[in-house]
């Protein structure tokens, strides 16, 4: 599967950005997607994930409350909706594949992925 992310940008401290990762092929409802994001100067971390059931969810905490994951497997595509942005949420955001049956905050169990695109959050 072919993963491209968009919808990135500027955006001040308190405002909103969805992020959407559009899929290719017809087995994206087979994949647990997953959101990444790699601040300047660190590792790639794990934003959350949604199961193939497009109910199932899993963020991490520093995210919870503001960011939602939601798909759209007739569409092939996953979003990301961030809300009440803060400076330290600006990264480069990667969307990701994973065929596995359990959800995983890993990046080694996420086979496929997007080509990152850029959010910066600033006054």
């Known amino acids: 599967v072919q993963l491209q992310a968009s919808g990135g940008g500027l955006v001040q401290p308190g405002g909103a950005l969805r992020l959407s990762c559009a899929a290719s092929?017809?087995?994206?409802?087979?994949?647990?997607m997953g959101w990444f994001r790699q601040p300047p100067g660190k590792e790639r971390e794990f934003v959350g994930c949604?199961?193939?059931?497009?109910?199932?969810?899993w963020y991490v905490d520093s995210v919870k409350g503001r960011f939602t994951i939601s798909r759209d497997n007739a569409e092939n595509t996953v979003y990301l909706q961030m809300n009440n942005l803060k400076p330290e949420d600006s990264a480069v955001y990667f969307c990701?594949?994973?065929?596995?049956?359990?959800?995983?905050?890993?990046?080694?169990?996420?086979?496929?992925w997007g080509q990152g695109t850029q959010v910066t959050v600033s006054s």
């Open positions: 990701a594949a994973s065929p596995y049956y359990f959800l995983s905050r890993e990046r080694d169990q996420y086979s496929y």
């Open positions: 949604i199961a193939k059931n497009e109910r199932t969810t």
């Open positions: 092929g017809r087995t994206f409802s087979s994949y647990n």
